[in-house]
C-alpha cells in the first residue's frame, strides 16, 4: 500500500520541497493550506516535477481547530491513512514583534498558528499511527527556537515551547514505533543558498529513514538582529 505524506501549512518553499521530496520517494501528497492559489499553484509545481504521485489539496485555517480536523479526515479519506504528518506553516515577517512589542493578542496568534495547529494535528493522526506502531511527526522551525533573536522575540516565546513539546513527544512516541523528527532553520529560506528548502526536505527524509535523531539545525546566513542558532 503506498504511503501518504500530508503537509500542513503549506508553502512554495518547505512545503512544496518537502511534498516534492517523499513524492519522489513513491509517497501519494496532500497539501493543507489557508489559501486557495497557493495550493493551486502547488498542485500545479508538483504535477511537473513529480510525475504519476497522486495529489489531494484542501483549505483550512491552522488556527481554527476545527478547520484543521476537517481537513485532515478529509485527507485520510481520500488516502486510506496519514503515514506521515509534516507541519510547517510561516507566521510571516509581518508579524514579527521584538519583546518591547508583544502583546497578549499577538503572542496569542504565534501560539495558535505555530503550537496549537501542531498539537490539533497530532492529536489528529496520532491514533491510527499509535494502532499500526508506525508513523512520523515532522515539524520545521526558526532558530529563535534555539536562540534570542531580537525582531524575532514573539516567534522565539512560541517556538521554544514547540521544541520543549515535540523533544517530550519524542521521547514518549519512540518506543511506542513513531517517530517525532524537527528541523530548526537559523536563516531565510531561499533556494541555491545554505539554507535551501530542497536539502532541507532531503535532510527530513533522511531522517524519517534513519530515524536516529530527534532534531537537526540548519544555519544560514545571520538574520539582521541576531545570530543565528548554535548548532
Not at 527556537?145 to 522565539?156: D, E, K, Q, R, T
Request: aromatic residues 8%.
Amino acid at each position: 500500500m503506498t504511503k501518504t505524506i500530508v503537509v500542513v501549512g503549506a508553502g512554495k518553499t518547505i512545503g512544496l520541497s518537502v511534498a516534492r521530496e517523499f513524492g519522489r520517494h513513491g509517497f501519494n501528497v496532500g497539501l493543507i493550506a489557508r489559501s486557495a492559489d497557493n495550493l493551486r499553484d502547488l498542485r500545479e509545481a508538483l504535477a511537473t516535477d513529480v510525475v504519476g504521485a497522486r495529489v489531494e489539496t484542501c483549505l483550512a485555517d491552522v488556527t481554527k481547530a476545527n478547520e484543521l480536523n476537517i481537513a485532515l479526515d478529509w485527507m485520510r479519506e481520500q488516502f486510506g491513512s496519514i503515514d506521515v504528518l509534516e507541519y510547517s506553516p510561516a507566521i510571516g515577517f509581518q508579524n514579527y514583534k521584538p519583546a518591547l512589542d508583544i502583546d497578549t493578542e499577538g503572542a496569542r496568534y504565534a501560539f495558535d498558528l505555530l503550537v496549537g495547529g501542531a498539537v490539533t494535528a497530532v492529536r489528529n493522526v496520532l491514533p491510527e499511527m499509535l494502532e499500526r506502531k508506525d508513523g512520523a511527526l515532522l515539524f520545521t522551525s526558526g532558530g529563535a527556537a534555539l536562540n534570542p533573536i531580537p525582531f524575532l522575540a514573539n516567534v522565539g516565546l512560541v517556538s521554544a515551547g514547540l521544541r520543549n513539546y515535540l523533544t517530550n513527544l519524542h521521547n514518549a512516541l519512540a518506543p511506542q514505533g513513531v517517530y517525532v523528527g524537527a528541523i530548526y532553520v537559523g536563516g531565510v529560506m531561499k533556494r541555491g543558498s545554505e539554507v535551501d528548502p530542497d536539502k532541507i526536505a532531503a535532510k527530513f527524509f533522511e531522517m524519517y529513514s534513519k530515524r536516529d535523531k530527534a532534531e537537526d539545525v540548519v544555519i544560514g546566513p545571520p538574520p539582521p538582529g541576531g545570530p543565528p542558532p548554535k548548532p
